[in-house]
């Protein structure tokens, strides 16, 4: 098994730009979660999916979109980049079973200029 | 509304010494509480967690928690720190009808000295 896989591992993007990082997981969990890391300020949970078609907001929803057609992915979509995005995104899933224990993606790195 | 706080953004020990990191949660639901280990340039990976039964937890690597309802708290400990245990460490939250959402603190980045 693969987990958790992201991809870009790296992205440079201007302001106003529009990008989609990628989630894929391959171990049919339900969850899937979306966060962005800064300094100081740990990891907070930006959108997350119970399942496919089921999407709800998180802490710092603001600036992203999201859709679960399959249960396999879960991308993140930045619709106009702004330099406050820049930070370090993960990916997480988990079981239903289990939603709290969740597998945590190698995360991808955003920078805005 | 569940949160977390982690006291002390940076925590220096010498190798062999004891660890403790410390971490203090509020929720208004029974917490299921964890510690992540995240290494430089890596994803995170579970240490440990809290959800039920037994208040002393333990994790891989030698790390252990106890979890007091009383304080509050979920502090991680190990007994002889290795200077591969360098990293950021952070607690997190959540609740049985959370359906998984976790809430992490700020982290505390641990160094091991020689």
């Known amino acids: 098994n693969a987990g958790v896989t992201q991809t870009p591992k790296f992205q440079v993007l201007k302001t106003g730009q529009s990008m989609t990082l990628q989630c894929a997981q391959d171990?049919?969990?339900?969850?899937m979660s979306w966060y962005r890391q800064d300094p100081g300020m740990g990891l907070r949970l930006i959108h997350y999916s119970v399942g496919a078609g089921i999407t709800d907001q998180g802490e710092v929803p603001n600036g992203y979109n999201v859709s679960r057609s399959t249960t396999e992915d879960f991308p993140l979509r930045l619709l106009s980049a702004a330099p406050s995005q820049t930070s370090v995104y993960f990916c997480?899933?988990?079981?239903?079973?289990?939603?709290?224990?969740?597998?945590f993606g190698p995360g991808t790195r955003l920078t805005v200029t | 509304a569940q949160s977390v706080t982690q006291l002390g953004s940076h925590v220096s020990v010498s190798e062999g010494a004891l660890v403790l990191l410390r971490c203090n949660y509020s929720?208004?639901?029974?917490?299921?509480l964890f510690w992540y280990v995240q290494y430089p340039n890596q994803g995170l990976q579970l240490l440990l967690k809290y959800t039920t039964g037994a208040t002393l937890v333990k994790g891989i690597n030698g790390f252990e928690a106890e979890f007091k309802k009383s304080e509050t708290s979920f502090h991680l400990t190990k007994p002889s720190a290795h200077m591969s245990d360098a990293a950021e460490y952070f607690c997190?939250?959540?609740?049985?009808?959370?359906?998984?959402?976790?809430?992490f603190g700020q982290g505390t980045e641990l160094s091991v000295k020689p």
């Open positions: 171990m049919n969990h339900e969850y």
């Open positions: 929720s208004s639901v029974p917490p299921y």
């Open positions: 997190a939250v959540s609740g049985y009808n959370q359906g998984g959402k976790l809430i």
């Open positions: 997480a899933s988990s079981p239903i079973a289990v939603p709290y224990e969740q597998y």
